[in-house]
């Protein structure tokens, strides 16, 4: 697997990551025994995997833990807060303070079978909510990065919501930030506009999370999405009503499928370093990361999805 710089962190991982949430959480999400989704963690590593995702709200660091421990130090290991109050909701304004986002990482310290993690995120900032995770938070952060708890900072967008990245344009003002976690796929590749230019001046590392959602795995998901964009005439009514509408992507073998083709076409995004992908199934993953190390898709191909898509900032393809 090709190696790439994480940023400015000085650290080198594999450009495939392994995710431990979305629906799947390692297959936990769908009842898959806890041995079973260990064993594909340790798969994810045998096969070449270095960077590690998780969070303590996904429930699976004890997972991710338990797979690792033996490889500690040959591993990058990332895990997320809660930045905001239990009980209440994700898009509101009830913030956590600071001991909160302590008690998180040192809970975390515990599931992950470790005494640092080498990418600590703020998880799933608002715009709104920006401000006092830099005002409030960040000074925590600090502190605990000179006790050796934590090496680098990250944070995450909430993707679903604020599909244009408002909350990392704001975040990438602030020389606080080594890695962010941002939302880009190839039917919403607004970040090579408003993230990945400063990211890339900044030397500031990117996790690509959404290259693969329902949109780009589930036909319905995809009619429905593509049908929501024509109401907004983002797009020509003809590809939403179109038995293929992507079909271009596997005609004359530029990619063996539609998941084939959208891991591709962020391997190759200039400023996405890590892609990452996450999934229940050793099979799965074995055909994921083929995707992520594969070539690069032809560059008609690449045109005809600039062409439909390149404009598109209202939706995250989930």
Not at 230 to 254: K, S, Y
């Amino acid at each position: 697997m090709q190696q790439v710089p994480l940023g400015k962190t000085g650290l080198q991982v594999g450009v495939a990551g392994l995710g431990s949430g979305g629906s799947s959480r390692l297959g936990q999400g769908y009842g898959l025994a806890a041995t079973d989704s260990i064993a594909v963690v340790k798969a994810a590593f045998d096969l070449g995997v270095s960077f590690f995702d998780t969070a303590a709200v996904y429930k699976t660091e004890s997972i991710v833990g338990e797979a690792l421990k033996d490889h500690r130090d040959q591993v990058v290991l990332s895990t997320k807060a809660q930045i905001i109050k239990p009980g209440s909701p994700a898009l509101g304004n009830e913030l956590a303070p600071p001991a909160q986002i302590r008690a998180s990482l040192e809970a975390s310290l515990g599931n992950l079978q470790t005494d640092y993690v080498d990418v600590f995120h703020l998880h799933g900032v608002m715009p709104d909510q920006y401000d006092h995770c830099r005002n409030h938070l960040v000074p925590e952060l600090i502190q605990m990065r000179e006790q050796g708890k934590i090496r680098f900072f990250g944070i995450t967008e909430r993707f679903i919501s604020d599909t244009n990245h408002t909350m990392l344009a704001k975040a990438l003002n602030d020389d606080i930030w080594d890695v962010m976690m941002v939302g880009f796929n190839l039917i919403n590749p607004s970040a090579r506009k408003s993230v990945f230019p400063l990211t890339r001046q900044k030397g500031v590392a990117t996790l690509i999370m959404f290259a693969v959602r329902a949109a780009l795995s589930k036909q319905a998901a995809l009619t429905d999405l593509l049908h929501e964009l024509a109401d907004q005439q983002l797009i020509e009514p003809e590809l939403a009503n179109a038995a293929a509408p992507l079909g271009f992507l596997t005609d004359a073998g530029a990619a063996r499928s539609i998941m084939d083709a959208a891991y591709r076409f962020c391997r190759f995004e200039p400023g996405a370093e890590v892609i990452l992908t996450g999934t229940g199934s050793i099979d799965h993953l074995r055909e994921n990361i083929r995707s992520i190390c594969d070539d690069a898709l032809p560059d008609g191909v690449l045109r005809r999805l600039d062409d439909l898509f390149g404009h598109i900032d209202t939706v995250s393809g989930n």
